[in-house]
């Protein structure tokens, strides 16, 4: 085989990007960058679909470079590991409610960073209530 057939290229690309959204919709809430490991994906398919030949060495540096953008991309907390982390450090807690995600703004050009911030209105035991952020990359949590 020459080269990897268009349909074939995209059948495998694909299999590889529904897995990805599902991973961010039901572990990270929607807020993984997924946008660098799609290029990545589309890219290594469409470099190996024009290669030459394709040799291990080819598939090892394809696999290589996508699961490193996976990697890179992937929050360091989940979203319940979130909610374990608000748990602890605030130990008044009674509910933990989810809300919509924050869109995450900062000065920097990451294209791994994640892009929105997990939202909770917090209860606590004695009635107070307000909206807690946290930052699923550094796991920094404030009140808005």
């Known amino acids: 085989m020459k080269n990897i057939s268009f349909l074939f290229g ?5 299999s590889l ?3 990805i959204f599902l991973v961010d919709s ?3 809430n929607g807020s993984m960058n997924t946008l660098a490991p799609i290029i990545m994906i ?13 040799n291990w060495y080819r598939l090892f540096v394809a696999i290589t470079l996508i699961g490193g953008a ?3 991309a992937i929050p360091k907390y ?7 982390v608000i748990k602890k450090e605030v130990p008044e807690v009674m509910t933990l409610s989810k809300l919509d995600n924050s869109p995450l703004e900062n000065d920097t050009f990451n294209p791994f960073s994640p892009k ?3 939202t909770f209105i917090v209860k606590e035991s004695n ?3 307000y909206i807690l952020i946290f930052n699923p990359d550094s796991g920094k949590s404030f009140m808005k």
């Open 10 to 14: 995209i059948m495998i690309a694909f």
């Open 17 to 19: 990007i529904i897995p």
């Open 26 to 28: 039901y572990m990270y």
């Open 42 to 54: 589309f890219g290594t398919v469409t470099a190996l679909r024009h290669a030459e030949s394709i």
């Open 70 to 72: 996976i990697y890179l």
């Open 78 to 84: 989940t979203f319940s590991e979130a909610q374990d």
């Open 116 to 118: 929105w911030f997990y």
């Open 127 to 129: 009635g107070f209530e």
